[in-house]
C-alpha cells in the first residue's frame, strides 16, 4: 500500500502563489503517473494536473496558471499555483497509480489525505 503525505496548503489572496508539495512512501515508477486533483464542498472530485512517463497533463481551467512537477527519485511530485482564484479554493489531493491516464479519479488508486487551499477575494 502507497501512502501519499501533502503539504503547503493555506490561505493567500487572489493574484497570489502557492506550492504544494507530496511525498510517496513507495516507489511510484516514471511511467505511472502521479498528479493533482481537487474537490470543492458539494462537488466532485477534479482532476488537476498530472505526470507520467516525461509527459504531463494539465486541466483547461488551470492551463497557463499551475504547473506540475515530479522528481521519481525523490518519489516526490509538486503542484506550483500561481494567479490564484477564489474558484481555486477546494481541498487538494495528491494521487498516484492510475489504470489509464485521465482526470477521471475512478482510474486512480492511491490517495492522500488531502491540504486546503483557500483563495479569497
Known amino acids: 500500500q502507497v501512502q501519499l503525505v501533502e503539504s503547503g496548503g493555506g490561505s493567500v489572496q487572489a493574484g497570489g502563489s502557492l506550492r504544494l508539495s507530496c511525498t510517496a512512501s513507495a516507489t511510484i515508477a516514471g511511467s505511472d503517473c502521479m498528479g493533482w486533483f481537487r474537490q470543492a464542498p458539494g462537488k466532485e472530485r477534479d482532476g488537476v494536473a498530472f505526470?507520467?512517463?516525461?509527459?504531463?497533463y494539465t486541466d483547461i481551467p488551470v492551463k497557463g496558471r499551475f504547473i506540475v512537477s515530479r522528481d521519481n527519485a525523490k518519489n516526490t511530485v509538486e503542484l506550483q499555483m500561481n494567479s490564484l482564484k477564489p474558484e481555486d479554493t477546494a481541498m487538494y489531493y495528491c494521487?498516484?497509480?492510475?489504470?489509464?491516464?485521465?482526470?477521471?479519479?475512478?482510474?486512480?488508486?492511491?490517495w492522500g489525505q488531502g491540504t486546503q487551499v483557500t483563495v479569497s477575494s
Open positions: 494521487a498516484a497509480g492510475c489504470r489509464r491516464r485521465s482526470f477521471d479519479f475512478k482510474d486512480w488508486a492511491y
Open positions: 505526470s507520467a512517463e516525461d509527459y504531463t
